[in-house]
Protein backbone atom coordinates (compact mmCIF):
# COMPACT_ATOMS: atom_id res chain seq x y z
CA UNK A 1 0.00 0.00 0.00
CA UNK A 2 1.20 3.77 -0.78
CA UNK A 3 1.21 5.41 2.51
CA UNK A 4 -1.01 8.77 3.53
CA UNK A 5 -0.56 11.00 6.00
CA UNK A 6 -3.10 12.52 8.44
CA UNK A 7 -2.94 15.62 10.18
CA UNK A 8 -5.43 17.92 12.14
CA UNK A 9 -6.39 15.48 15.28
CA UNK A 10 -6.13 16.59 18.92
CA UNK A 11 -7.72 17.15 21.48
CA UNK A 12 -11.23 19.71 21.90
CA UNK A 13 -13.75 19.60 24.31
CA UNK A 14 -17.49 18.56 24.18
CA UNK A 15 -19.11 20.70 21.06
CA UNK A 16 -16.06 21.64 19.43
CA UNK A 17 -14.23 21.34 15.95
CA UNK A 18 -11.55 19.58 14.42
CA UNK A 19 -10.61 19.27 11.04
CA UNK A 20 -9.04 16.26 9.50
CA UNK A 21 -6.75 16.42 6.31
CA UNK A 22 -4.96 13.46 4.63
CA UNK A 23 -2.23 14.02 2.09
CA UNK A 24 -2.40 11.06 -0.49
CA UNK A 25 0.89 10.25 -2.40
CA UNK A 26 0.94 11.87 -6.02
CA UNK A 27 0.11 8.37 -6.94
CA UNK A 28 -3.75 7.94 -5.87
CA UNK A 29 -6.08 8.04 -8.33
CA UNK A 30 -8.45 10.82 -8.38
CA UNK A 31 -11.69 8.35 -9.59
CA UNK A 32 -11.18 5.90 -6.59
CA UNK A 33 -13.04 5.98 -3.48
CA UNK A 34 -11.80 7.49 -0.47
CA UNK A 35 -13.04 7.64 3.07
CA UNK A 36 -12.53 8.19 6.73
CA UNK A 37 -12.61 5.38 9.07
CA UNK A 38 -12.50 5.83 12.73
CA UNK A 39 -11.47 2.91 15.75
CA UNK A 40 -12.35 3.33 19.69
CA UNK A 41 -10.36 0.68 21.56
CA UNK A 42 -12.52 -2.68 22.55
CA UNK A 43 -14.47 -1.27 19.00
CA UNK A 44 -14.65 -2.54 15.22
CA UNK A 45 -13.41 0.46 12.90
CA UNK A 46 -16.32 2.39 11.86
CA UNK A 47 -16.46 4.02 8.30
CA UNK A 48 -18.09 6.96 8.76
CA UNK A 49 -17.87 9.24 5.33
CA UNK A 50 -17.61 8.45 2.13
CA UNK A 51 -16.49 10.52 -1.62
CA UNK A 52 -16.47 9.65 -4.88
CA UNK A 53 -14.41 10.77 -8.24
CA UNK A 54 -17.15 13.62 -8.61
CA UNK A 55 -17.40 14.72 -4.89
CA UNK A 56 -20.56 12.80 -4.52
CA UNK A 57 -20.54 12.02 -0.62
CA UNK A 58 -22.15 9.71 1.92
CA UNK A 59 -21.94 9.72 5.88
CA UNK A 60 -22.65 7.34 8.52
CA UNK A 61 -26.12 8.11 10.87
CA UNK A 62 -24.23 8.89 13.52
CA UNK A 63 -22.50 11.90 12.43
CA UNK A 64 -24.86 13.35 9.81
CA UNK A 65 -25.01 16.56 10.31
CA UNK A 66 -21.93 17.44 12.14
CA UNK A 67 -19.30 15.85 9.88
CA UNK A 68 -18.63 16.87 6.22
CA UNK A 69 -15.99 15.48 4.05
CA UNK A 70 -14.84 17.07 0.93
CA UNK A 71 -11.67 16.40 -1.26
CA UNK A 72 -9.20 19.13 -3.27
CA UNK A 73 -7.70 17.25 -6.52
CA UNK A 74 -5.18 19.98 -7.40
CA UNK A 75 -4.11 19.28 -3.71
CA UNK A 76 -4.32 15.71 -3.49
CA UNK A 77 -5.75 16.22 -0.44
CA UNK A 78 -8.91 14.77 1.57
CA UNK A 79 -10.85 16.43 4.35
CA UNK A 80 -12.95 15.70 7.21
CA UNK A 81 -13.99 18.93 8.96
CA UNK A 82 -15.79 17.78 12.43
CA UNK A 83 -18.16 20.00 14.15
CA UNK A 84 -20.26 19.78 17.51
CA UNK A 85 -17.74 17.21 18.53
CA UNK A 86 -19.22 14.54 21.27
CA UNK A 87 -17.23 12.26 23.56
CA UNK A 88 -18.13 9.23 21.49
CA UNK A 89 -16.16 10.38 18.63
CA UNK A 90 -13.10 10.26 20.39
CA UNK A 91 -11.31 7.45 18.34
CA UNK A 92 -8.34 6.92 15.79
CA UNK A 93 -9.39 8.53 12.42
CA UNK A 94 -7.65 6.87 9.23
CA UNK A 95 -7.77 8.14 5.80
CA UNK A 96 -8.08 5.34 2.93
CA UNK A 97 -8.81 4.90 -0.63
CA UNK A 98 -9.89 1.83 -2.87
CA UNK A 99 -11.06 1.20 -6.39
CA UNK A 100 -13.05 3.40 -8.39
CA UNK A 101 -17.35 3.35 -7.66
CA UNK A 102 -19.74 5.36 -7.70
CA UNK A 103 -20.84 6.73 -3.74
CA UNK A 104 -23.64 4.31 -3.60
CA UNK A 105 -20.77 1.48 -3.88
CA UNK A 106 -17.89 2.92 -2.01
CA UNK A 107 -19.29 2.31 1.56
CA UNK A 108 -19.12 -1.73 0.20
CA UNK A 109 -15.35 -1.09 -1.65
CA UNK A 110 -12.71 -2.88 0.53
CA UNK A 111 -10.11 0.11 0.65
CA UNK A 112 -6.71 -0.74 0.03
CA UNK A 113 -5.04 2.40 0.76
CA UNK A 114 -4.63 3.37 4.37
CA UNK A 115 -3.13 6.39 6.19
CA UNK A 116 -1.55 5.56 9.76
CA UNK A 117 -4.16 7.44 11.48
CA UNK A 118 -4.38 10.50 13.76
CA UNK A 119 -5.82 10.58 17.20
CA UNK A 120 -8.63 12.71 18.10
CA UNK A 121 -10.07 13.41 21.99
CA UNK A 122 -13.58 14.75 23.13
CA UNK A 123 -14.01 15.66 26.55
CA UNK A 124 -16.90 16.13 28.27
Known amino acids: QVQKVESGGGSVQSGGSLRLSCEASVYTRSRSCMGWFRQAPGKEREGVAYIDSDGSTSVADSVKGRFTISKDNAKNTLYLQMNSLKPEDTAMYYC??????????????????WGQGTQVTVSS
Open 96 to 113: AAGPSASIQYCPRVLMDL
